[in-house]
């Protein structure tokens, strides 16, 4: 081979690590359209960590004396000092935060900086670094989702007397206690902290050691490496492991499900602070008003948590069309991966944090949820149900039940407001213990299974619930 000429090094090449190549520099656009440090600088942190544990493994092969191992390790803190500390200078040659710690780096130890990407590329580098991240990250989320759900226990345990109309298709159906509907909540964030503890599993495995394809030339343990970082395993095969993205797919699944209970919950509160409902009060600091009419108090929060749902599907939709067609191994394409999955991380995060406190100020209207379980037939099924203990099969039950509610209808009377023997008339099996269940409280009370709507059952469950997230 020939000698580098000032013409092709990678000097002139604007200090670029794979410039030896090209005899060009590379063009100005394609400097921007490739450009990715604006996005994956938060990496930084994780990026350095995974640069000390790979620095230490290259001195325990013996690739790195000790003293350059420890100048390394001390060039790179300084490098996190001065991110930590807001100082850190990026330069246009920056392609993204790998190369920007690695120039930085070099700019203060020397050459020996150079020697840090011994038995490393980008590709594995990169895979590490985002596994370290969402390690840290999925943490910080769950966290934040316990809090959400101890502030929907509390609010429940607050109202714990309070009912209000049971929906189906939008329509009221069965009375059930406000905090029963408050933890019904609580279980759908449940399942969404098991679903990122799930995939944090799958997130917890070492790949760096890959290389960029095939594995590395250099005696490395990768078992130690992945003990420096605490990862309980290492990946298997190197090609799959520098372009896994499984894992982003997953997390981005859970953020979608997560993002669609929140989303479900804020369209219940859009409803029910409406005029038409009335059922609870927004506080003031988390609505808006209207810049032409004076009366408004739109609920902003909800909505906006309501119209980014969406955003996360995308992402989810983005990363899964990213990955459908690339063969083996890395390929550029996987640099999409990033912004797709902080912006959705960014999203759910926000939008946990501000329900949680929005929730914790919410108001509730109990003499307007009071009024709310009177009448409109509520109590129905409560009728069907008494007459089969008194032996009538169900569809008969309900049939009679059908014809009692019907005429309520045709009078312009509630059935609960018809005497014995008006009630009489519909069957002969109805007796005087039937007025006994037709309230409000009996209807509620009488569900006392696990899962059911009774005070009893929903007590129980609170305490389980502030004992799991005690």
Request: hydrophobic share 40%.
């Amino acid at each position: 081979m020939g000698r580098a000429t000032g013409r092709n090094s990678a000097v002139l090449e604007g200090g670029k690590a794979w410039g030896g190549r090209f005899k060009r520099k590379t063009n100005r656009l394609v400097e921007s359209f490739t450009v990715s440090v604006a996005v994956d600088r938060r990496l930084y942190a994780h990026d350095i960590q995974g640069s000390i544990a790979h620095c230490k493994t290259l001195g325990k092969a013996r690739v790195l004396t000790a003293s350059e191992v420890r100048a390394i390790v001390q060039g790179l803190e300084s490098v996190k000092r001065e991110f930590d500390r807001g100082r850190f200078r990026f330069t246009p040659q920056d392609e993204d935060i790998h190369m920007a710690i690695e120039r930085r780096l070099t700019e203060l130890i020397g050459s020996l900086g150079g020697k840090l990407h011994t038995g490393r590329s980008r590709n594995d580098q990169v895979a590490l670094d985002i596994r370290l991240y969402l390690r840290d990250e999925l943490s910080r989320l769950v966290a934040n989702l316990e809090d959400f759900q101890r502030v929907l226990v509390a609010k429940g345990k607050a109202n714990l007397t309070v009912a209000m109309p049971g929906y189906t298709h939008l329509q009221r159906a069965q009375p059930v206690l406000f905090a029963h509907h408050l933890l019904a909540y609580v279980e759908m964030i449940e399942r969404d902290k098991g679903r990122l503890r799930d995939a944090s599993v799958r997130v917890n495995v070492m790949p760096l050691g890959s290389g960029a394809l095939a594995g590395t030339n250099y005696p490395v343990d990768r078992r130690f490496t992945a003990e420096l970082l605490g990862f309980p395993s290492v990946t298997q095969n190197s090609l799959d492991a520098v372009s896994d993205r499984d894992f982003v797919i997953e997390i981005a699944s859970a953020l979608s499900i997560t993002m669609m209970h929140l989303s479900r919950l804020s369209e219940e509160l859009i409803l029910w602070s409406s005029q038409e409902f009335q059922f609870v009060g927004l506080p003031d600091t988390f609505c808006t008003g209207s810049s032409m009419m004076p009366q408004k108090k739109n609920p902003d929060v909800p909505e906006l948590v309501r119209g980014k749902t969406g955003r996360v599907y995308g992402h989810l939709v983005n990363l899964l069309t990213t990955l459908k067609a690339l063969p083996l191994s890395y390929n550029r394409d996987l640099q999409e991966d990033k912004p797709a999955l902080f912006d959705a991380l960014d999203t759910v995060t926000a939008s946990v944090k501000v329900l949680t406190e929005l929730m914790r100020r919410l108001t509730v209207n109990r003499d307007v949820l009071k009024r709310a379980v009177q009448g409109g037939g509520m109590l129905a099924t409560e009728v069907a149900d008494y007459l089969v203990t008194r032996g009538v099969p169900f569809r008969e039950a309900h049939a009679i039940t059908g014809r009692l509610v019907r005429a309520s209808l045709d009078q312009g009377r509630e059935f609960t407001a018809f005497s014995l023997n008006e009630l009489r008339t519909f069957s002969e099996r109805i007796e005087k213990g039937l007025l006994a269940r037709l309230t409000v409280t009996a209807a509620i009370d009488r569900k006392s299974q696990v899962g059911g709507t009774a005070r009893t059952s929903v007590e129980r469950r609170i305490k389980e619930l502030d004992r799991i997230l005690s």
